[in-house]
């Protein structure tokens, strides 16, 4: 305990020296410049990702692929993570969490289930979610439907 205290007075000390103050202070303002200009995916970008990620979810189950569907179930709670951080501001950000975490936990529960009949419920539950959301957001025309094909040809979803 002495040996933290020891180490935090010595950097608080340090950090009260005059020339540390302003070079201290430039390097913060070049660390806020460069995270200003770094990349940010646009909203729209990130619906996209969950989009792609929704229609691999339903053939993964669709094929009992359990460990694919979870693995796309993860990959939309992440983008669902990645949007509120990155727009907390935004109306959709802030209806995000509260109309999906039960429909994702079901999903999830279905899942760990491997029970087709209810991952097909609530797959369908997540896609009328979906819509829901778009329509209380003011993008009502932005339809999810359960898709037809495949997003990708070149995946087999298949469980191994």
Same mark, same amino acid.
């Given at each position: 305990?002495?040996?933290?205290?020891?180490?935090?007075?010595?950097?608080?000390?340090?950090?009260?020296?005059?020339?540390?103050?302003?070079?201290?202070?430039?390097?913060? !303002? @070049?660390?806020?410049?460069?995270?200003?200009?770094?990349?940010?995916?646009?909203?729209?970008?990130?619906?996209?990702?969950?989009?792609?990620?929704?229609?691999?979810? =339903?053939?993964?189950?669709?094929?009992?692929? =359990?460990?694919?569907?979870?693995?796309?179930?993860?990959?939309?709670?992440?983008?669902?993570?990645?949007?509120?951080?990155?727009?907390?501001?935004? %109306?959709?950000?802030?209806?995000?969490?509260?109309?999906?975490?039960?429909?994702? !936990? @079901?999903? %999830?529960?279905?899942?760990?289930?491997?029970?087709?009949?209810?991952?097909?419920?609530?797959?369908?539950?997540?896609?009328?979610?979906?819509?829901?959301?778009?329509?209380?957001?003011?993008?009502?025309?932005?339809?999810?439907?359960?898709?037809?094909?495949?997003?990708?040809?070149?995946? !087999?979803?298949?469980?191994?």
């Amino acid at each position: 305990m002495r040996i933290i205290f020891a180490v935090s007075a010595f950097f608080l000390l340090a950090c009260n020296q005059p020339g540390n103050t302003v070079q201290l202070q430039k390097q913060v !303002d @070049s660390l806020k410049l460069q995270l200003a200009n770094s990349y940010k995916p646009g909203l729209g970008e990130l619906m996209a990702g969950i989009q792609v990620h929704h229609a691999k979810l =339903w053939f993964a189950g669709q094929n009992e692929n =359990w460990k694919l569907a979870n693995f796309e179930l993860n990959e939309i709670k992440e983008a669902v993570e990645t949007i509120q951080k990155s727009y907390p501001e935004r %109306d959709e950000s802030k209806m995000l969490l509260h109309l999906f975490s039960p429909v994702l !936990d @079901s999903m %999830d529960h279905a899942i760990q289930q491997t029970n087709s009949s209810v991952f097909k419920n609530t797959y369908v539950l997540l896609t009328n979610t979906c819509n829901n959301c778009h329509h209380v957001a003011g993008f009502a025309f932005n339809v999810v439907t359960i898709p037809s094909s495949p997003p990708f040809s070149n995946q !087999d979803f298949k469980a191994k």
